[in-house]
């Protein structure tokens, strides 16, 4: 069974910087792309950012380009999403998904999620 | 980047009606196109990818259809789980973007 957990989310002040992680059980994890997906209080859905399995190819949105990195731990079959420079528009539930396939140049659909962690930016 | 109208916003139906939700591209997104279900306090589900493809585990009663621009979500007899928000994405293009949601309410 698929299984992922995300922590990490807290309050933070604007500017501040905030590391999430994914912890990933029930697959291969290393052959799967990954991604981070949020949805602002009350709001709808916003792709945030996705990874090939291999870790070597990654894509971003302009809201989150230059500011966000996503990286992955195959070995401990773990996912992060580091943000830096955070803005009260980050303020969002941040949840992990998994994805079909392993390479991105099959865009992904967001096959399994986990519950979510919600991060706060606030002073 | 691809935009997603989803329409309507809001329907209030009941148990055993049939439904069909509607989901616009702003350029075609050819058979790229992903619905998912939220209930409240819940993470999204898959329901159906590349437009008319069940995920795994998703009762018959939901089947999707289009192409190109244009795209429908239909739930043959409503049940009393399926009263829930249902987004659209495509993934036609990056970045990946979703619809605004539909929330479908018991009457």
């Known amino acids: 069974e698929v299984q992922l957990v995300e922590s990490g989310g807290s309050l933070v002040q604007p500017g501040g910087s905030l590391r999430l992680s994914c912890a990933a059980s029930?697959?291969?994890?290393?052959?799967?792309?990954m991604n981070w997906v949020r949805q602002a209080p009350g709001k709808g859905l916003e792709w945030v950012s996705s990874i090939s399995g291999g870790g070597d190819t990654m894509y971003y949105p302009d809201s989150v380009k230059g500011r966000f990195t996503i990286s992955r731990d195959n070995s401990k079959t773990t996912l992060f999403l580091q943000m830096n420079s955070l803005r009260p528009e980050d303020t969002a539930v941040y949840y992990c998904?998994?994805?079909?396939?392993?390479?991105?140049?099959?865009?992904?659909?967001?096959?399994?999620w986990g519950p979510g962690t919600l991060v706060t930016v606030s002073s | 980047e691809i935009v997603l109208t989803q329409s309507p916003a809001t329907l209030s139906l009941s148990p055993g009606d049939r439904v069909t939700l509607s989901c616009r591209a702003s350029q075609s997104v050819s058979s790229y196109l992903v619905w998912y279900q939220q209930k409240p306090g819940q993470a999204p589900r898959l329901l159906i990818y590349?437009?008319?493809n069940r995920a795994t585990g998703i009762p018959v009663r939901f089947s999707g259809s289009g192409s190109g621009t244009d795209f429908t979500l239909t739930i043959s007899s409503l049940e009393p789980e399926d009263f829930a928000v249902y987004y659209c994405q495509q993934r036609r293009n990056w970045p990946l973007t979703f619809g605004q949601g539909t929330k479908l309410e018991i009457k």
């Open positions: 590349d437009a008319s």
């Open positions: 029930g697959f291969t994890f290393n052959n799967f792309v």
């Open positions: 998904t998994k994805g079909p396939r392993r390479r991105l140049d099959w865009l992904p659909t967001h096959e399994y």
